[in-house]
C-alpha cells in the first residue's frame, strides 16, 4: 500500500494525503519518492486538476528521511557507493524542481499549477524540504508542532535542496541558526522567520483560497525570478563576503574542525552563492555525499539516530515481561538529584512522593520543580498554569507511609552505603510486595546495596546523571541478583521520562564513570609531568570532547575526585596504580581549589563565577622544561584512555550491547560525538593501528594502555566491533 494517497474536488483541487501506515510519523522512503513523483506528475498532466494540496493524515507533516535508505543505497552500489548516492539524491531533486516549476513554462514562467504544503503539526527534514519546494507553506495553529532542520545533529546536512532554498530564501546569515545548528521553532516563530508563509486554524480552507485565488506570478520562485539577488549579499558582494568570512570562523570555533558536515554544508552554501539554482543543487549534492561517504557521517547516524531509536523503544528489554509503566513514584532524598527526578517525572505525569527527613527539607526539593517553572514562564515557553498542573503531580513529605502504594522506590541519598541500608530497610517496611526499588548511585556496587533488601531480585540501580532535566542518559544497572522485571520496570520508566537507557552489569563505576574518570585522570597524570595545562584542554576539544578534563575535573567538582581516589584506593589496595593523577589532585584540594563551587580550582574565576582562565599556579609548581609531547600523543592518550576501557567494559559483560556503548559514552559525558561513540571510533582507526598504537603507548606511558585481548582478537579477525558483534 502506497504512503501517498490523492482526492479530487468538485472546484479541481487535488489534495495528496502522506500517511505512513505502518508508522506513528511519516517518513520518507525511496517508494514514498517514486509514488509522490507519480502523483505529482499525474497532476500536472491531468486537465481537470487545477492546483494540488500537499498534506498529511496525522497530527504531524513529517519525521524527515527514513536514514536507513542512505545505508541501503550504499550496499546496493558497493562498486561505487558515493555514485549511488549522488544519483539517488539528483532523482529527489528533479522530483522536488518539478513541484517547484509546477508545468509552468520556463522562459515565460507560465501555466504552472499552485502547489501548497499543508503542515498540521511538526515537519523536519525532508519534511520541511518538500514544503519549501512548493509555492505557498501553510502551518495549522499547532502549538506542539516543530519546523526545522535538524540534520546537522546527526552528522548530515540538508541535502534535498532544503540548504540551498533555506539560504536563498532568508540569506546566509539568517539561515545559518537554522542548517547549522539545526534550530527548531514554532509555527509562529518559523512564519516570522520567514520559513513557511502562514499559520491557520483553517490551514486546508486557506490553502484552497491561495490556490484559486493565485496568479501565475505567485508560483515564481525568487531565485527563479529575473534580476534575483540573495538576501545579505552573495559571497562576491562586500556584505556578503564578510558574512561568510564569520560563518568560517564561527563554524570552526564551534566545531574544532572534527564535524565534516558542517565545514561541507558551509562549502554548499558558498559555492551554490556563485552559480545559478540548479547547477547549486548539484554543488549541494556532491558536497552531500561526501559527508555521506565519511565515516563520521555513517557513526553519527548509526549511534544517534539508529541505535539511539532502538534503545529508545527497547531493544535490551526483556521481552517476556508485560509492560512496567510507572503509575506512582517515591523519590528518598530531595537534594538536586532528587528533585530533579521529581521534576521530569511529573512532567511524564506520574505520580511523585518526595521524601526527605523533614517537611521543610522535602518542600525544599518541590520548590526546586517550582523555580524551574518560573524560569520557562520568564522565557514564554511555559505557563502558570502548565505550573500548577506539575507541582500538583507532587507531594512532599517525611512520611515514609505515604510510600505505601508506590511501584517504584527510588533512592537518592547520600553516597553512603550504610545511610542507603538503613533507607531501604525502613522503606521495605512500607511498600508493597510488588514494588522495585532503585538505588541512584554513580559508584556504589548494586549487588552490595542490595544486601540490605529482603527482596535484591527486585533491586536495581538507576544512575541519573546531572542535571537529571538536562542528560539524556539513564545508566540501569543490574546487580547478581537483579530480576527481569526489574530490570523491565527501569527500562519502562526511562521511557516514559523520555530518557535513553543503558543496561549494564554491576562492576567498580558501572560503564560511564569507568571511562571518564580515567579521561579525567590522564590529563591530571600528564600536568603531574609538566606537559603545559592548555595544551591538555586543547588537545581534548580538538578531538571533539566538550570539555577538557580539567575543567570537567572543576564542575564535577575537585574534593568529589579526593573521595573517589581515597575510596577506590581502599578497595583495590595494592593493585591501585594512580599516584601521578593523585598528586595534582590532592595538592590541589589542599590549596582549597575545589573546582567551580569554590571559584577556584584547574581554572580562576571571576566574582560572578565566570571561568577566565587555567590557574597559573599548575604551570609554576608542575611546569618542566621541555615537558609538552606533540599534539597526536596528548589526543590518544586521552582518547585511549577512555575507550579502551569501553573495550574491557564489553569484554568483561559490563556491557552487553555495542549501541550501548557507543550512545551512553556520546549522551553520559560528550565522548566525541563526531566519531559515533568510543567502540566506532576504534572501528574507524581500525583494530590493527588500534593494537600497533596501544603496544606503543604502553612502553611509554604504562601498562593501562595495554590492547585488551578483544581488540587483538578483532585484529586478527580483521573485523570492527559491528561487524563482529553483528548477530
Known sequence: ??????????????????????????????????????????????????????????????????????????????????????????????????????????????????????????????????????HHIICADNPKAKIGLPEIKVGIFPGAGGTTRLVRKMGAMAASPYLLQGKLCSPSQAQAAGIIDAVS????????????????????????????????????????FMTFVGASAMVNGQTM????????????????????????????????????????????????????????????????????????????????????????????????????QTQEAADKGKAYVADYCDKGIARRKSTPEHKAALLSHITATPNHHALTDCDLIVEAVFEDPNIKAEVTQKVEAVIGPDCIFASNTSTLPITELAKASTRPDQFIGIHFFSPVEKMA??????????????????????????????????????????????????????????????????????????LGPLQLNDETSIDLGVKIAKATKAAMGADYDN?????????????????????????????????????QGLRDHFGKEGGNLEL???????????????????????????????????????FAPWSGGPLSWLDMLGAAYGVARCDELQSRYGARFAAPELLRTLAEEGKGFYSHFAA
Not at 545559478?276 to 554543488?283: E, G, Q, S, V
Not at 523520555?498 to 590522564?522: G, L, M, S
Not at 589542599?590 to 580562576?604: D, I, N, P, V
Not at 574565576?605 to 577566565?612: E, L, M, S
Open 632 to 670: 597526536l600523543d596528548v589526543q590518544h592518550r586521552l582518547m585511549f584512555a577512555q575507550s579502551l576501557e569501553a573495550v574491557r567494559a564489553l569484554q568483561e559483560g559490563v556491557l552487553m550491547d555495542v549501541r550501548e556503548g557507543d550512545v551512553g559514552a556520546i549522551l553520559g559525558w560528550g
Open 1 to 134: 500500500m502506497s504512503d501517498f494517497t490523492q482526492s479530487l474536488d468538485a472546484d479541481g483541487l487535488a489534495t495528496i494525503t502522506w500517511d505512513c501506515q505502518a508508522r506513528p510519523m511519516n517518513v520518507m522512503s525511496k517508494q514514498g519518492f517514486a509514488d509522490l513523483n507519480a502523483l505529482i506528475d499525474g497532476c500536472l498532466t491531468d486537465p481537470m486538476v487545477k492546483g494540488v494540496i500537499i498534506t498529511s493524515a496525522k497530527s504531524d507533516f513529517a519525521a524527515g528521511m527514513d536514514l536507513a535508505v542512505i545505508a541501503e543505497t550504499k550496499d546496493m552500489h558497493q562498486e561505487n557507493p558515493a555514485q549511488g548516492c549522488f544519483e539517488m539524491v539528483m532523482e529527489i531533486h528533479q522530483i522536488l524542481r518539478k513541484i517547484e516549476l509546477a508545468g509552468m513554462d520556463f522562459k515565460t514562467k507560465k501555466g504552472g499549477k499552485p502547489i501548497v504544503a499543508v503542515l498540521p503539526g511538526t515537519a523536519l527534514g525532508i519534511g520541511l524540504e518538500i514544503p519549501l519546494a512548493c
Open 257 to 356: 574542525g572534527v564535524y565534516p558536515a558542517a565545514k561541507a554544508l558551509l562549502s554548499a552554501v558558498y559555492e551554490g552563492a556563485l552559480v545559478p539554482f540548479d547547477t547549486a543543487l548539484k554543488i549541494e549534492t556532491r558536497h552531500f555525499t561526501s559527508v555521506i561517504m565519511n565515516p563520521s557521517s555513517s557513526n553519527m547516524i548509526r549511534s544517534l539516530f539508529l541505535n539511539k531509536g532502538a534503545l529508545d523503544k527497547g531493544a535490551v528489554r526483556p521481552k517476556e515481561v508485560p509492560d512496567q509503566s510507572v503509575r506512582k513514584l517515591g523519590i528518598l532524598g530531595a537534594g538536586m538529584m532528587g528533585a530533579g527526578i521529581a521534576l521530569v517525572s511529573a512532567q511524564a505525569g506520574i505520580e511523585v512522593v518526595l521524601i526527605d
Open 473 to 546: 542518559l539513564v545508566e540501569i544497572i543490574k546487580g547478581a541478583e537483579t530480576g527481569n522485571r526489574a530490570v523491565a520496570k527501569a527500562l519502562d520508566f526511562a521511557r516514559q521520562i523520555r530518557k535513553t537507557p543503558i543496561v549494564v552489569n554491576d562492576a567498580r563505576f558501572f560503564y560511564a564513570n569507568r571511562c571518564i574518570i580515567p579521561y579525567i585522570n590522564e590529563g591530571l597524570r600528564m600536568v603531574q609531568e609538566g606537559v603545559e595545562p592548555a595544551l591538555i584542554e586543547n588537545a581534548a576539544k580538538l578531538m571533539g570532547m566538550p
Open 201 to 240: 486554524t483553517t490551514p486546508l480552507e486557506d490553502a484552497k483560497a491561495w490556490i484559486l485565488a493565485a496568479k501565475d506570478t505567485d508560483l515564481v520562485k525568487p531565485w527563479d525570478a529575473k534580476g534575483y539577488k540573495m538576501p545579505g549579499g552573495a559571497p562576491y558582494h562586500p556584505a556578503g
Open 579 to 615: 599516584a601521578q593523577a593523585d598528586e595534582v589532585l590532592f595538592w590541589l584540594f589542599e590549596q582549597g581549589r575545589l573546582g567551580r563551587k569554590s571559584s577556584a580550582g584547574f581554572y580562576e574565576y571571576d566574582a560572578k563565577g565566570k571561568r577566565q582562565g587555567l590557574w
